[in-house]
């Protein structure tokens, strides 16, 4: 009688130890290199604690047009990344590529044409044009504001970090959608009193130089992040409209069956002044010569692949000099 009942609990047992194991949740899968993108802006790869003897690297989820890079090109672009992959899936990711240049290979020469589509003369705009700062940037340029056509764009920037927002239905949203008045950096700051040095740091690649206001009333001196002018910007060239600004913005609207948006649109005297900042930029001069460039349509396409790309800050630092100074009154 005991045996039996000892052989009824080891059953019991084992009959609650499969239902538990049943029941338990399996496991996150783990992020692959065809991974949805666009969910979070930056998408940490890797495990959550740091491995012991490495450097912990923080990568955020892109859109290549991995189509129209070489390989030299695209390990500058995704080297790192590929570096965390284990061989299967680096292999898989860099046949994508392989696919994507295929791709490329079979599409039709650009056809060109202009991209500008209609004028806009608002009062909006017009406050714009009247900024000092706008005037201090593009006063003397040869420039405009109007709705340009998406499709017509070439892509100098290689890669978006795709965010999905929302596109905006009415023209007065569309306007500070695309041409936003406010030029402010967010920026991270850093000081250790009482003499520095400052630290500041941006993730806009067009950070440069350092603004410096005086204010006479209370005699300081602050110290900050210039302004950068962030309106969606393209520049015509040799019978050509180039993006220079506003990538995010035009892909997610490519990406929502957006087909225009308000841009200014500036004339460029040299390929010099297409050339982006930033990591791994297009040559302008190269893409200008292809009969089939890059267009940022391109990175709704199969020219195009899911990957991850280096989370990258850019700033500066200021060091304070003080001298000594005497002066007669």
Do not use: C
């Not at 100098?156 to 949203?173: F, K, M, S, Y």
């Amino acid at each position: 009688m005991e045996a039996v009942t000892v052989a009824q609990k080891k059953k019991s047992r084992r009959i609650r130890s499969k239902g538990t194991a049943g029941a338990s949740p399996a496991p996150a899968p783990a992020a692959t290199a065809g991974s949805p993108i666009g969910g979070t802006q930056s998408s940490f790869v890797g495990p959550s604690v740091a491995v012991r003897g490495l450097v912990q690297k923080t990568f955020i989820s892109a859109r290549v047009l991995s189509g129209f890079t070489d390989v030299n090109h695209q390990e500058q672009l995704i080297g790192e990344y590929l570096a965390t992959l284990d061989q299967t899936r680096r292999q898989r990711l860099l046949d994508d590529a392989d696919a994507s240049r295929r791709f490329v290979s079979e599409l039709a020469p650009f056809q060109g044409g202009s991209a500008v589509l209609r004028p806009i003369t608002s009062q909006y705009v017009s406050a714009i044009e009247a900024d000092p700062l706008f005037n201090q940037v593009f006063g003397v340029r040869p420039h405009q504001f109007a709705y340009v056509d998406l499709g017509m764009l070439i892509a100098l920037q290689p890669w978006v970090e795709p965010r999905l927002d929302p596109i905006p239905a009415t023209e007065d949203e569309l306007m500070t959608f695309a041409l936003p008045n406010n030029w402010d950096i967010p920026a991270e700051v850093s000081f250790i009193p009482p003499m520095g040095p400052i630290q500041i740091l941006t993730s806009s690649p067009s950070f440069s130089g350092l603004r410096m206001e005086f204010d006479a009333a209370t005699a300081t001196v602050k110290l900050g992040a210039p302004k950068h002018l962030n309106l969606i910007q393209v520049i015509h060239f040799a019978g050509r409209h180039f993006l220079i600004n506003g990538y995010h913005r035009v892909t997610d609207a490519l990406a929502a069956n957006v087909r225009e948006l308000p841009a200014l649109v500036t004339q460029a005297m040299s390929p010099q002044e297409l050339q982006l900042p930033g990591m791994g930029p297009f040559n302008a001069g190269y893409v200008q010569g292809l009969p089939r460039p890059p267009l940022v349509s391109d990175f709704t396409t199969a020219a195009s692949i899911a990957a991850k790309m280096r989370e990258r800050r850019y700033g500066m630092l200021v060091d304070v000099t003080i001298k000594p100074l005497m002066i007669g009154i």
